[in-house]
């Protein structure tokens, strides 16, 4: 069964600093795996994915991740954070072969400070 | 413009009373999805379906129901017997882009039953 742990509920960052909120996955088969945003009341945006063809995956919004097969990581980072990057965020894996399911952390609320 | 739509964005109910969310999607995918969010649990799947007329069970399906008589729409039912129905609900869909399917938001519902 697939899994995904969500490191972090409330990591907070100062606006220009680093941004890494981590992500750590469990599944049988290769996975692919996603990074959704969410900000307050409103549905989840696709960040990005990765579906293997390349470990360090780009997104929107100035956001990466990569996809470390040894650690079973997929850590989401953002080199200089935003006021506008306060969102909770979730990491998501689907396993190859049970299309259409996606299993969610329970997700990290970014906020960042002046 | 494409996109899902969810209706209503607020819905009050009393204990007892079945109530209905709707889900209607314009962008010609063929899953669709029902998630439940409640604070720090992340998204759990309700129930999906990847062809009309067929759906299936996910994680927390009891005391939901829904139907999938068109492919742009998929409702669920929220009754009497789901013991705790104060959530915010979200509805998906997806189409296979390749082997991944990745998954569209709607704005959600967020159900108050008291």
């Known amino acids: 069964a697939q899994s995904v742990t969500q490191l972090g509920s409330h990591v907070s960052v100062s606006e220009g600093a680093l941004v890494l909120l981590r992500c750590n996955y469990s599944s049988s088969v290769p996975p692919y795996l996603f990074w959704y945003v969410q900000y307050p009341n409103q549905g989840l945006q696709l960040l990005l994915k990765?579906?293997?063809?390349?470990?360090l995956v780009k997104g929107i919004n100035g956001f990466e991740a990569e996809f470390k097969k040894s650690e079973t990581s997929f850590h989401l980072t953002k080199p200089s954070a935003h006021m506008s990057d306060a969102a909770e965020y979730f990491c998501a894996v689907s396993e190859t072969g049970t299309a259409s399911k996606l299993t969610f952390g329970t997700g990290t609320r970014l906020q960042v400070t002046l | 413009d494409g996109g899902i739509t969810q209706s209503p964005k607020y819905l009050f109910r009393k204990e007892g009373q079945n109530v209905t969310l709707s889900c209607e999607q314009n962008l010609n995918h063929d899953a669709m999805y029902w998630y439940r969010q409640d604070p720090g649990q992340g998204l759990r799947l309700i129930y999906y379906?990847?062809?009309?007329?067929?759906?299936q069970k996910g994680d927390i399906a009891e005391g939901y129901s829904v139907s999938r008589e068109k492919k742009e729409s998929f409702p669920l039912t929220v009754t009497s017997a789901q013991k705790n129905p104060t959530a915010f609900y979200l509805c998906?869909?997806?189409?296979?882009?390749?082997?991944?399917?990745?998954?569209?938001f709607g704005p959600g519902t967020r159900l108050t039953v008291t």
């Open positions: 998906a869909s997806s189409i296979s882009t390749g082997e991944v399917y990745e998954q569209y």
């Open positions: 990765y579906t293997s063809a390349a470990t």
């Open positions: 379906s990847q062809i009309v007329n067929d759906f």
